[in-house]
């Protein structure tokens, strides 16, 4: 089992920025991919990024490329979004998710997640 907690969600204006940590704890952190997702009321949950388990490689969804950025501490077993030029349909709930195996965009293939927390960008 892993257990994961999101934090570091809130309110901010449009441009401003937020990063989000996701901290775990139970089986071995560094066996697994990570990944963001996210839902906006009334929407699917969406990829937003994910990482390797080493954390040399990162992808990202294009509506986030080049905003958000993607990384991981093992050692202190936890992954960060930093969530730069942020914008009103940024808003959602955001979920970190952990993978054993190599990590992908398909929300199924994630084996455990947080409980998320709630991003809201003010025009």
């Known amino acids: 089992q892993v257990q994961l907690v999101e934090s570091g969600g809130g309110l901010v204006q449009a441009g401003g920025s937020l990063r989000l940590s996701c901290a775990a704890s139970?089986?071995?952190?560094?066996?697994?991919?990570m990944g963001w997702f996210r839902q906006a009321p009334g929407k699917e949950r969406e990829f937003v990024t994910r990482?390797?388990?080493?954390?040399?490689?990162?992808y990202y969804a294009d509506s986030v490329k080049g905003r958000f950025t993607a990384s991981r501490d093992n050692a202190k077993n936890t992954v960060y979004l930093q969530m730069n030029s942020l914008k009103p349909e940024d808003t959602a709930v955001y979920f970190c998710?952990?993978?054993?195996?190599?990590?992908?965009?398909?929300?199924?293939?994630?084996?455990?997640w947080g409980q998320g927390t709630q991003v809201t960008v003010s025009s």
């Open positions: 990482i390797t388990w080493t954390g040399a490689r990162t």
């Open positions: 139970g089986r071995t952190f560094n066996n697994y991919a």
């Open positions: 998710a952990a993978d054993l195996g190599g990590g992908s965009s398909r929300a199924s293939d994630y084996d455990y």
